[in-house]
Every structure is written in structure tokens, then in C-alpha cells.
């Protein structure tokens, strides 16, 4: 019999709780209103393939709660794109040409910035290598002239980054920074597009690590 929620659970998130879960601990558990991916002694371990968004409400209620909340975020550092036919024969498989980093999970962080000083609250960015499924059933998004995106597919985990406190997040901003700083210089600095800068900026400011001090023309500058 299948436990609560895994009937419709994708093969990206059911492989990651495979790899997480240790003896003893409870799988697809209620807690406080709640389907938990993983239930540990002292820890709730919450596996989110997709945006953060839909977990707002569940993290703020556990966490408030008294619970020790670890959320587990895997990011593709590689990607290959299968193509099957609607009823599912491979047609091809490619590599693309996007290649994620651990700070591409400040893309999520923007929905729950309140969350991250919370002393029971803690990040695991998961870098993985993996396969996205497309079927060509025409009930997909235009921009893949109806392709579907039906599974994503573990094929290696090859870094995990574990975030626990306010020097774990600082550390992703580079050392020698000028002091204040502006987006455009965080985004030079890093190599990463300005809109990432704004979102790392904006998440560390919201959870009280980094202070507007001023602007520099039409740039806000940040310390």
C-alpha cells in the first residue's frame, strides 16, 4: 500500500528520499495538519523539487510550532532532455546547455526570506546531474509547442551545500566586495545575471543580514 502522497510523487523526489532516509525514520507522516516527506527524531526533513512557494505556509506553521525543519532542494548542475512519443518510446535524448549552481536556489529564497534566521530552520542545496522527460501529447506549455514535461529523473547527486545560519548565507557573497556594494557589482563579482544579484540581495536584507546604506545614483547600496 502506498503511503500518503506517493501516488503521484515524481521519480526526481521519490529517488531523493531514497537517498535521505536513514532506519527508523517515518515516511509521509502527518504532522500538525501537515504530510511530512521525512519524519527523523528532533528533525522534519521536507524534500522540494519545484518552488518554494506552495511550502510558505507549511514551513512558517511547523517551524513556529517548535520543529526543526531541514529542507532539501536539489538544482540540475547538468541536464538532459529525453523526448518520448505521447505514449512514451524514446525518441531522443540531448544534453542542455544549462549548467545550475548553488545560488541559484536565492531564485526560491525570494518566497521565504522570514524563514531564514529562524534558529529551527535549515537549507541542503542538492547539485545533481539528471534527465527531464518530455512527451510530445500537445497538452504542454507553447514555449514547447506542446511538449509536456512528465518526470525528472536522478541520475547522480555530485555536491551538497547545507545552509544552517546567517554566515552560511553571507558566505555566498564574494570576499572582496567594495564596501557598500550594488547589485551590479555583486552580479560582476559573482559572473551571474544582475536579476540573480537582486534576488540574493533582497533575500539577505529581508532576513536582516545586509542593510540598505544609501544609493549611488538610481543603485541602492547595500553593507
Not at 521519490?14 to 528533525?43: C, Q, S, Y
Not at 547539485?127 to 506549455?141: A, C, F, K, P, Y
Amino acid at each position: 500500500m502506498p503511503h500518503i502522497g506517493t501516488l503521484t510523487e515524481k521519480s526526481l523526489h521519490a529517488a531523493l528520499k531514497d537517498h535521505l532516509a536513514l532506519p527508523g525514520d517515518e515516511l509521509e507522516t502527518p504532522v500538525e495538519g501537515f504530510v511530512i516527506d521525512i519524519a527523523r527524531k528532533g528533525m522534519l526533513i521536507e524534500i522540494q523539487t519545484g518552488g518554494f512557494t506552495p511550502l510558505k505556509r507549511k514551513l512558517a506553521r511547523l517551524l513556529e510550532a517548535g520543529y526543526h525543519v531541514h529542507l532539501v532542494h536539489p538544482i540540475p548542475a547538468a541536464k538532459w532532455i529525453v523526448k518520448q512519443t505521447e505514449g512514451g518510446r524514446r525518441l531522443s535524448r540531448r544534453k542542455s546547455p544549462r549548467k545550475g549552481r548553488p545560488l541559484d536556489v536565492f531564485f526560491e529564497l525570494v518566497r521565504i526570506p522570514h524563514l531564514l534566521a529562524d534558529p529551527g530552520f535549515t537549507l541542503e542545496v542538492v547539485l545533481t546531474h539528471q534527465e527531464e522527460v518530455r512527451r510530445d501529447d500537445g497538452r504542454g506549455s507553447w514555449r514547447r509547442k506542446g511538449w509536456s514535461i512528465t518526470d525528472h529523473r536522478l541520475l547522480e547527486i555530485v555536491e551538497t551545500r547545507v545552509f544552517r545560519d546567517r554566515d552560511d548565507y553571507l558566505a555566498c557573497l564574494p570576499g572582496d566586495l567594495p564596501h557598500p556594494f550594488t547589485n551590479r557589482a555583486l552580479a560582476r563579482k559573482l559572473g551571474v545575471p544582475i536579476g540573480l544579484a537582486q534576488k540574493m540581495t533582497y533575500t539577505l536584507e529581508k532576513a536582516g543580514w545586509l542593510e540598505r546604506v544609501g544609493k549611488d545614483g538610481n543603485a541602492h547600496l547595500f553593507a
